[in-house]
């Protein structure tokens, strides 16, 4: 974590990567104009607060402004994708539709890094933070597994069909089994949020929805074991 006008304002302009900028609510003038400035260039997520929890966070001088640094730097789908096609590999990516629990979050890194997945992608908002505790539930997947962290995941959608991606959602109202499914083309899976699982606006914007087959009476798997799920069909397929 740093704060403080200058910190903050030297590291984004030389490209520390940061996860989140926390800026003091009545900030005004040329210096809230360069946060959002460098926020929006650098498409890092930012908080408007009270200044007490400021002050709660830490009792230095932050002068209204807080980052939290990042564990590892944020790819772009613009960048990664062409990669996988270069290489003359299958795209398998994996979408996180509100996923805010960092040890899911963890879990699903080191599914898809096992099962070999290029890369998650994750919106710029309504995301887990990647700290300490995700790392150590992926056990070392998110050093390894590209992120992308997109503006909009609806965006992000439109730009993987264009590049010939085939996205795919989890939703218990589909009728097409999982195993019944053809993965052997460019694939993006999207997982949901724990309990309200894949928004009403991204499953519109999908082109295919399916159903992990089950037996109990539970409603349904935990995020991170679907994931792997999924993940391990597609390998398994694959071969």
């Not at 002068?63 to 613009?78: A, C, K, N, P, V």
């Not at 991170?224 to 799920?229: E, L, R, T």
Request: proline content about 5%.
């Amino acid at each position: 974590m740093i704060y403080g006008r200058h910190p903050v304002l030297e590291a984004l302009q030389s490209g520390t990567p940061i996860d989140k900028l926390l800026l003091q609510q009545g900030v005004r003038g040329d210096f809230e104009r360069d946060i959002r400035h460098w926020s929006k260039r650098l498409n890092i997520p930012l908080q408007v607060a009270p200044k007490e929890r400021l002050n709660r966070i830490t009792s230095g001088n932050h002068q209204g402004i807080i980052g939290y640094l990042s564990l590892l730097t944020y790819q772009r789908l613009e960048d990664v994708l062409p990669l996988i096609y270069e290489r003359s590999e299958s795209p398998l990516l994996v979408l996180l539709d509100g996923v805010t629990d960092v040890r899911n979050f963890g879990a699903i890194a080191r599914s898809a890094e096992c099962c070999g997945a290029h890369a998650l992608v994750i919106p710029k908002k309504g995301a887990a933070q990647i700290n300490a505790e995700a790392l150590k539930t992926s056990a070392g997947a998110l050093n390894v597994i590209p992120v992308c962290r997109e503006k909009s995941l609806i965006k992000a959608i439109e730009s993987l069909q264009l590049a010939g991606v085939r996205v795919m959602a989890s939703s218990l109202a589909a009728r097409e089994p999982l195993d019944q499914l053809d993965l052997m083309g460019p694939v993006a899976l999207v997982v949901g949020a724990e309990g309200d699982g894949v928004s009403r606006a991204v499953l519109q914007a999908v082109d295919q929805t399916f159903v992990i087959p089950q037996k109990g009476q539970t409603d349904s798997f935990n995020v991170s074991v679907a994931s792997g799920i999924m993940l391990y069909e597609v390998m398994r397929q694959r071969g």
